[in-house]
């Protein structure tokens, strides 16, 4: 169980990323801890492992991208990464990480999953990740493993993974719109970018996603706002700048998606 600083080293420090990679492939305890500080724009190397990883972001934002997606772990939530997927990352913000790998043959998962941290998979985490500092006695260690592993499987997931499409005009469209989100974005303008009718390109983009144009929107707008506000960006700025009429639009699909209003996310996330 370790932390590392990676707030001096450069934007992708792969040498200390694979060190711990090959340290994380040898451990031979059932729950393995590692915690990470790194600087806003760090980009981490592709890479995979052999064990099922959970991703959490104590503060700070992160994205982490595959071939099928990317998916945004905000502060108290957690990416559950399946074994031998191949993932980056890449730090939104100056991110203080801890994470936990599992034999996948305990902790099983097909696809990325973004799962809300509880007060007490939090908790056990952190003494894990501590515990080069303030050893734990093995039977407590034993304790904390078999508890969080319990834990696990009761966290809730969360509809943070915003899956992007293989076609390339298709998606050049997706990136642009993250950037410029708009709640109001019509599929007859994207069609027309595109050149397809209506029917078309309403097909093209669930067979690309797996989800309709307006759910992906509808994720999308959420997926760009939450950045602005986990740095503290009014909420009204942030919901009226993403297309939505007033901030009672913005609130009810924040709610839809996160469980409760933004400022009420905002401040748990706080606590």
Partial sequence: MRTIDLTGQDSQGDD??????SWIESGEEPVLALGR???????????SHTKTQLWCARHGVVLVSTAGGRWMIPPGHGLLIPAGLEHFSEMISDVRMHSIYVSSSIVVSDVPRVLEITPLAGSLIEELVQSDEKPLAPRRKRLIMELLLDEI????????????????RLDRLCRHFLKSPDANAGIDDWARELGM?????????????????????QQACIFASLPRLAEGEPITNVALDAGYENIAAFTTMFRRMLGSSPSTYLKSRAA
């Fill in 16 to 21: 200390q990323h694979f060190e711990s990679l």
């Fill in 37 to 47: 500080i790194y600087p806003s724009g760090f980009r981490g190397p592709p890479h």
């Fill in 153 to 168: 499987g009761r966290l809730p997931e969360r509809p943070l993974g915003l899956p992007f499409p293989g076609d390339a």
């Fill in 197 to 217: 009718s209506r029917r078309s390109f309403t097909r093209l983009f669930r067979v690309e996603t797996g989800v309709s144009f307006v759910t992906w929107r």
